[in-house]
């Protein structure tokens, strides 16, 4: 059962996770690492910081775009990961 922040659920595992977990290969420029676990309130990943419109996406973003979305997800992967040990209290 997720934990909850304000009445949002702190994890939603997507189908990502099974889809991963049966064998399938990632691509080398993709940067799912195959946790596929959402932050319920800002919505990115725990394991790649994408959102799910952007894991959508991905392969049709331009390569500007894809590069920029790059450069901001390790930024999104420690933000969520410092909030989630504030919530072990509750």
Same mark, same amino acid.
């Not at 991963?20 to 932050?39: H, L, N, S, Y």
């Not at 790059?70 to 933000?79: A, D, G, K």
């Given at each position: 059962?997720?934990?909850?922040? +304000? +009445?949002? &659920?702190?994890? %939603?595992?997507?189908?990502?996770? @099974?889809? #991963? !977990? $049966? *064998? ?7 940067? =799912?690492? +195959? @946790? =596929?676990? #959402?932050? /319920?309130?800002? /919505?990115?990943?725990? +394991? =790649? *910081?994408?959102? @799910?419109?952007?894991? !959508? ?6 390569p #500007? !775009? !894809? ?9 999104? %992967?420690?933000? %969520?990961?410092? %909030? $989630? &040990?504030?919530?072990? /209290?509750?």
């Amino acid at each position: 059962m997720p934990r909850n922040i +304000g +009445g949002y &659920p702190i994890y %939603v595992e997507c189908r990502l996770a @099974v889809w #991963f !977990r $049966e *064998g399938a290969r990632m691509r080398k420029d993709d940067p =799912c690492i +195959g @946790v =596929c676990r #959402f932050d /319920g309130r800002t /919505g990115w990943c725990l +394991g =790649c *910081g994408r959102t @799910v419109p952007e894991i !959508r996406t991905w392969r049709k973003l331009t390569p #500007f !775009r !894809r590069t920029a979305l790059t450069r901001e997800l390790p930024r999104r %992967v420690s933000q %969520v990961a410092d %909030v $989630e &040990p504030a919530d072990e /209290g509750q």
